[in-house]
């Protein structure tokens, strides 16, 4: 059975951290991108990075650049995402999803711009709330 587990959430100050994990089981990380989304009250869904370990590449959304790193360790089967100097503006539920297996973007790449439709299983989402 396919499971994704979101922890880490939390209330920061602006200019705080907090490191995010997306707990997987049901599949390897090795044959799967695995990609971070979040949602603000009132908005779509927005694809910020994803990782994929088969070919190592990366993605972050250019808002989060710089500030945010993601890893991934195979024998935890867990994929970090750590949110350094927060803004306001990152208040949002953070959801963690598996991209379906082989997709590629238009770089080659496994991991690429995060797009909701090619994500089939998803995790139930944490709050992250930056707020003074």
């Known amino acids: 059975q396919v499971q994704l587990v979101e922890s880490g959430g939390g209330l920061v100050q602006p200019g705080g951290s907090l490191r995010l994990a997306c707990t997987v089981s049901?599949?390897?990380?090795?044959?799967?991108?695995i990609g971070w989304f979040r949602q603000a009250p009132g908005k779509g869904r927005e694809g910020v990075s994803c990782i994929a370990i088969r070919d190592g590449s990366t993605y972050y959304k250019d808002s989060v650049k710089g500030r945010f790193s993601i890893s991934g360790d195979n024998a935890k089967n867990t994929v970090y995402l750590r949110m350094n100097s927060l803004k306001p503006e990152d208040t949002a539920v953070y959801y963690c999803a598996r991209k379906i297996r082989g997709l590629v973007g238009s770089s080659g790449a496994y991991c690429s711009d995060p797009r909701l439709f090619e994500y089939d299983s998803w995790g139930q989402g944490t709050q992250v709330t930056v707020s003074s």
């Open positions: 049901g599949f390897s990380l090795d044959e799967h991108t």
